[in-house]
């Protein structure tokens, strides 16, 4: 009995262990139940029983009893019902409990997992939202000193004078003509007409007050705001451009302190806007090249960098020095993807493809829609209209100002028109009773004839008659006759009623084409050569009739074969400084093509009464003429990209070798009362620091490349291949904003300056950074690079100074003394202005 006591007590504590560990397991299989799934289900209690009956039972060897039933070999319950209401029995019974365990399992577990994959799914499409404070303390200092007291001067400052007048024609939705692309002019125009400017003031001069009417501190709000984003952006290019976060800041400061950023970011002027634009498209751009190819942030970094690009173009067409900067940049990064071996051709192809969708497919949609949007805008006649064509001003509404009331469409003999130059230069076939000299002053003959010119005003002078060479007449009949394509004519003078001729003399300013004048009867063995015949350029779309305004003509001279055609260059005073017409034997040029813009009929042979007719002409608009928004589009830009005006000098003009130290200022604004006023004057310590950051980044480079020659290896190949980056970024983007104005002939200021400028300021940072890790790498002293560190943070201090002593100059809202003015005048080449009447 004490043996059989035994072994059941040996027995039953083998029991409770095994319950013990079956208890174990059930809590931890309870444990990640519940890690899965956070809301339990209904049924988990009933669950609970059934995994811990069926699973977690003790496994014996031999069979068991219990008051709940029999324990079979296998672990399986077998006996009583769980929910006490019946038996289960056998074998299939026990598969059955098993079968419904594991469909009950395995449907919580599946349950778990969707909600599991709910949790994951939402994880991924959480938006997590992150201040940097930096950046937000950067904008609200920087957004402080654009904004302070905008709106003075309440007078009109510099080029808002040009602006200004945009925007308010953008508001009477008048056509105007500028060099530059409309985008920074909409933005303006679009906050000026929620703020309900009716564009109705007059921009008649630089000083002019400004009306209340005029919301002048919303209309310099844009350039303020963008002036004040250049900061923070400044600041994240630099972060991206792999320089620390303090060099980072510092270029966001220098941005800041810079008086003439700060100057030019408060006025109605596009150069803030310019440089934001091209900022924020090199920033995203470089992100663009970090993100892996087809994803959502490559697809997202391409597209906002070739927008904001766009954006720059947009604004002023420099901007487009920054889309060479974005291709060498691409460019480069294509090549050095070349001997990566893992990147299959195929996917450089896709890569390089894909790339140039981008940069342009985008940047054409974008332009284009925002020339749409100003072509829809300005549908009225407008004080620019003469720039463009016949036909454009005909499209616009009240553009045929320039065209007699009734104007017949064909022209036919006696038809009395006047011809313009189709492309280019806007002038008019000229002449007056005046002769060329017989001598020219290299010793050259002329024919002495009557002089004929392409003049840029309308004048009575401009009147031509169309004349059948058989006929003697110049009546326009009951039964008219057309002039058609191939048709021989002569050009009748209106005032002189001298033909317009031409023959084998030597053009007075260009020698190899030959003279084209008005005859005059010397009875000279010089007989007139009067025969044109006309070429209609375009008879497939208008028709072989010619036609006024949109018939474009060559008048072809019948006995040499040679062209009429604008030379472009202009005559010394003999013939009034007006522009020189030749006859040129190369027939297929643009500037060989006319059209007819102002038409009548001729209705009295009397002399005397033709030419009071046609100096009491009238200027009546009549129908518009329509133009497709391609046909628009096409001239204006054609217009803008080569409308040249002629250079004049200006006493705040310089050149581009003056810009880099400052050698001149721009005076924008003076008060009528006192010598307060406004220059356009930089930070001249950040100017002068940022040069010599030019030439030590060369000299370095050029020392590194030396010691790699010989193998001597000074940067690690992550700080070469930042060195690297800094130049093809900042140093690259600076000699491609600069130079080209080398090349430019026509009136520059310092304000052209100012994209060049932005990069030498980054440049600028890199080299203070790069210094910073060559002492300490040479010296590895920490108090050599605690000294250095401390002289800029001295230089630092010194830019502060400077940029507080020029804020006289930077705000005008300083009365200075003659004294204070002297005193401000650092360089003998700045000019500043003083009264006499309060010196």
């Known amino acids: 009995m004490e043996s059989s006591d035994l072994k059941n007590r ?99 577990t599946k349950k778990s997992g969707e909600v599991a ?82 564009g109705n003031f007059t921009f008649s001069r630089i000083g002019t007050e400004y009306g209340p009417a005029v919301p002048i501190f919303w209309l310099r709000f844009v350039p303020a705001l963008c002036g004040s984003l250049l900061s923070p952006a400044v600041y994240k290019l630099l972060l991206e451009a792999q320089l620390n976060r303090w060099t980072a800041l510092l270029g966001g400061v220098l941005i800041i302190f810079d008086n003439s950023l700060l100057t030019q970011s408060r006025f109605i002027l596009m150069e803030s806007m310019l440089l934001l634009f091209c900022t924020v498209g090199l920033l995203f751009l470089l992100r663009f090249q970090k993100s892996k190819f087809i994803s959502v942030s490559w697809i997202l970094y391409g597209l906002l960098s070739a927008a904001f690009f766009t954006f720059a173009v947009s604004v002023k067409y420099v901007g487009f020095y920054s889309f060479c900067l974005a291709f060498i940049i691409t460019c480069r990064y294509l090549w050095q993807l070349l001997p990566n071996k893992s990147i299959s051709d195929v996917q450089i192809i896709l890569q390089t493809i894909a790339r140039w969708l981008i940069f342009t497919v985008i940047p054409v949609v974008i332009y284009l829609t925002i020339f749409y949007i100003h072509l829809n805008i300005l549908h009225k006649a407008g004080p ?43 002038c008019w076939l000229h002449s007056h009773n005046h002769v060329y000299p017989v001598k020219y002053p290299d010793k050259r003959g002329s024919s002495h004839q009557q002089q004929v010119t392409c ?66 009867d010397y009875n000279v063995s010089m007989p007139g050569q009067l025969l044109w015949n006309v070429n209609i350029i375009n008879k497939d779309a208008e028709g072989p009739i ?27 005073d003999w013939g009034f400084n007006q522009h020189e017409v030749v006859g040129d034997r190369v027939l297929e040029q643009q500037d060989t093509i006319w059209n007819v813009e102002e038409h009548r009929y001729t209705k009295t042979e009397d002399q005397k009464e033709r030419e009071r007719q046609m100096l009491n002409a009238e200027m009546i608009p009549t129908s518009r003429t329509t133009l497709t928004f391609w046909e628009k589009f096409l001239e204006l830009q054609s217009k803008m990209l080569w409308h040249t005006e002629q250079l004049q000098s200006h006493m705040y003009s310089s050149e581009p070798m003056e810009w880099p130290l400052m050698d001149k200022s721009i005076a924008y604004w003076i008060d009528k009362n006192s010598n307060a006023q406004i220059h356009l004057l930089g930070n001249i310590l950040i100017w002068y620091t940022g040069s010599l950051s030019i030439v030590t980044y060369a000299a370095l480079y050029a020392f590194y490349l030396m010691r790699r020659r010989r193998l001597c290896y000074d940067l690690s190949p992550s700080e070469w291949s930042r060195f690297l980056l800094a130049g093809e970024l900042f140093l690259a983007g600076y000699l491609i904003h600069y130079l080209p104005y080398f090349f430019v002939e026509r009136t520059m200021f310092l304000h052209n300056y100012l994209p060049a400028f932005l990069f030498k300021v980054l440049l600028l940072c890199f ?57 401000l005048r650092w360089k003998d080449t700045w000019d500043f202005i003083l009264r006499k009447d309060l010196s």
């Not at 319950?77 to 409990?97: E, I, Q, T």
Request: hydrophobic share 35%.
């Open 546 to 572: 010619w036609h006024a305004i949109k018939s474009q003509v060559r008048l072809i001279h019948k006995s040499t074969g040679f062209a009429l055609r604008f030379s472009g260059k202009q005559l010394p």
């Open 384 to 426: 620019h209209d003469s720039v463009m064509t016949s036909a454009f001003q005909a499209s616009l509404d009240g553009g045929l100002a320039s065209i007699t009331k009734g104007q017949p469409l064909n022209v036919v003999h006696g038809s009395q028109i006047t011809l313009r130059h189709t492309h280019g230069r806007t």
């Open 117 to 198: 994959a709910r949790d994951v799914d939402i994880k991924n499409f959480t938006v997590e939202f992150r201040v940097d404070l930096v950046t937000v303390l950067l904008f609200v200092v920087a957004f402080f000193t654009r904004v302070y007291k905008l709106a003075t001067p309440n007078n009109i400052v510099f080029d808002e004078l040009h602006y200004g007048k945009y925007v308010s024609l953008y508001m009477r939705k008048t056509f105007f003509f500028d060099q530059h692309p409309p985008l920074g002019k909409q933005l303006i125009a679009a906050v000026a007409h929620f703020t309900g400017y009716d």
């Open 455 to 520: 003049y840029s005003f309308k004048d009575v002078n401009n009147w031509w008659i169309v004349k059948r060479p058989e006929r003697d007449d110049l009546v326009v009949g009951d039964d008219v006759d057309p002039i058609k394509d191939g048709d021989t004519i002569q050009l009748v003078h209106g005032i002189t009623s001298r033909a317009l001729n031409s023959h084998d003399v030597a053009a007075p300013m260009t020698p190899h084409s030959q003279e084209i004048s008005c005859y005059i």
């Open 10 to 108: 040996k027995h039953a504590g083998k029991s409770n262990k095994h319950r013990e560990n079956a208890s174990k397991q059930e809590r931890q299989n309870e444990r990640l139940r519940r890690s899965v799934s956070k809301e339990p289900d209904k049924d988990d209690g009933l669950l609970e029983d059934i995994v811990k009956t069926s699973r977690n039972s003790p496994r014996v060897s031999e069979k068991s009893e219990n008051s709940s039933g029999k324990i079979s070999a296998n672990g399986n319950l077998v006996g009583k019902s769980l929910s006490g209401s019946g038996n289960l029995n056998g074998a299939d019974d026990d598969a059955g409990v098993e079968s419904k365990v594991t469909r009950r399992v395995g449907a919580e």
């Open 767 to 823: 080299v203070i950074e790069h210094i910073d890790l060559v002492l300490s790498k040479v010296f590895g002293n920490r108090m050599v690079t605690l000294l250095y560190r401390s002289l800029v943070c001295v230089w630092l201090l010194a830019v502060l100074f400077v940029y507080k002593t020029f804020l006289a100059l930077s705000y005008g809202m300083t009365k200075l003394t003659a004294e204070e003015i002297l005193d």
